[in-house]
């Protein structure tokens, strides 16, 4: 009874406390930072490759609207030639 009652008062450490404090700062610490810093840099290459990837696609879609807009009047105007020619080719 007396060993549950010495088990039931050990209440568990952090990682931290149970590692010689000097590994502790000097690995746990700068491990944790380079993790951190190595994925603020992957975030923001990629939003700014998001940024240049969407910018660019509004850009090419931006130049095949204008495109097909043309197709569509050059289209048309050559239905009015024919109309109003009377329907010969030129």
Known sequence: MSDNNAVDGIEPSPYRDR?????S??????????LNLDGLRDL??????QVREFTHTGATQMQATSNAM??????GAKAVNYIMEGGSKA
């Open 44 to 49: 923001s290459a990629l939003s700014k490759l």
């Open 70 to 75: 043309t197709q569509m009047a050059a289209a």
């Open 25 to 34: 700062d000097q690995t746990t610490s700068s491990s944790a930072q380079s």
């Open 19 to 23: 590692v010689d404090p000097k590994v």
